[in-house]
């Protein structure tokens, strides 16, 4: 089977399983909150945290970074009621090995002139050091003219262990 | 409890859980493929579609929109070895009920004139009709020179149903 039928067939007795409740859950996320994480493989965010469906919005992307997720968060918060943020980054992440002049070059060798012009003037947002970024992510939303004063307040800002499974805090 | 306590708190019975093997997992998706989904809490991707720890990235953000998720797909790419990509959005999704104009008159009001002037360059990236918007993503990456062939040839769209737990594939 192809990994989209793959895809499909665990999907229909996912369906299945399903309750009526879950089902009719409304839009706005039920405990107000969102996390913000990593798209890593390895980390399954609603598992770890306890996150029950309909509970949360969960926001991923390379790195679990805040600057990344603010478009998401200002939608989250001024439309669907989110007012507490948190902010998850993970040991062993992708983004601790890489610059953006090597991640450019990369593209440039992969990829060719077209995409090294796309990409000339992006910012990958890598990170040299995993808690220092955790604590610049939540500076970040603190200073942010688009986060509610309620979600400044208390943005927390942990790191998940990939080797253990745990989450240690750090703001 | 707080909530941050309480996740913390389902982390300790998740850490314990976790098998010696998932927790040496190697970074680069095993199974080479990265899912862009929305971050509405009615979404459980990794249940839904039978993702294992380990298999995929997961990228999700307001709406599971592929432009905003393109800096995340370059990196899972050119430095992770993701050669698929599928995108999933679905049904009631809060990005249908709303103009740019409509969520910057929103901020003005809220936030003031700072989080007004912030976001005024800004692209929400909010569609009036969800099977239309899977397409126009699909054909964003189809198009990006950031993409690399191997993931513009084996593209996919989805639409997940809330109502029903069910997936059904638009492109």
Not at 97 to 118: P, S, Y
């Amino acid at each position: 089977m192809s990994l989209v039928d793959n895809l499909v067939s665990a999907n229909e007795s996912y369906s299945s399983s399903l309750s009526d409740s879950e089902k009719s859950l409304p839009l706005p996320p039920g405990k107000k909150y969102a996390v913000v994480t990593c798209m890593d493989a390895r980390l399954h965010p609603a598992k770890a945290l306890g996150i029950n469906l309909g509970d949360a919005h969960i926001i991923r992307n390379a790195g679990g970074s805040a600057q990344d997720a603010l478009r998401s968060l200002t939608i989250s918060q001024q439309l669907l009621g989110t007012e507490v943020v948190v902010v998850v980054k993970h040991t062993d992440c992708g983004m601790l090995t890489f610059t953006n002049a090597d991640i450019k070059a990369v593209i440039a060798r992969n990829l060719g002139e077209d995409a090294a012009h796309e990409s000339e003037g992006a910012d990958y947002l890598p990170f040299p050091e995993l808690e220092d970024a955790v604590r610049e992510d939540v500076q970040f939303l603190k200073s942010s003219p688009l986060v509610c004063d309620k979600a400044k307040q208390s943005v927390s800002g942990f790191v998940y262990e990939v080797e253990t499974g745990r989450v240690r805090r750090v703001v």
